[in-house]
């Protein structure tokens, strides 16, 4: 099976940086679609940005558009996400995601594989 694992969240301050990593273990890496969703409490899970296996599609939701870059290095089985220019709304648990696909495209309205999720806390 797919195992992904994030690392990286933490609690910093408006305005500041952090950088999301997803380690990805099993078949195939560059073979899967990746995405970043974030849920809020009380809130729905959403699509945050995604990625395909090349990294010529992305797509990124209106919310963190210009502020979070997401990119893969399939080498290191692995995805980024940059954010920058964090907000207080931004307060979420982020979790990474898989979906295995036969086109370099992004993004999917459903996932395969989900990681355990890393907490991102912005102080306003």
């Known amino acids: 099976q797919v195992q992904l694992v994030e690392s990286g969240g933490g609690l910093v301050q408006a305005g500041d940086s952090l950088r999301l990593s997803c380690a990805a273990s099993g078949r195939t890496f560059s073979r899967y679609a990746m995405g970043w969703f974030r849920q809020a409490p009380g809130e729905d899970r959403f699509l945050v940005t995604a990625?395909?296996?090349?990294?010529?599609?992305?797509y990124y939701a209106d919310s963190v558009k210009g502020r979070f870059t997401i990119s893969r290095d399939n080498a290191k089985n692995s995805v980024y996400l940059q954010m920058n220019s964090l907000k207080p709304e931004d307060t979420a648990v982020y979790y990474c995601?898989?979906?295995?696909?036969?086109?370099?495209?992004?993004?999917?309205?459903?996932?395969?594989?989900w990681g355990q999720g890393t907490q991102v806390t912005v102080s306003s």
């Open positions: 995601a898989a979906r295995e696909t036969n086109s370099d495209y992004a993004p999917y309205d459903s996932y395969d594989y």
């Open positions: 990625i395909s296996w090349s990294g010529a599609s992305r």
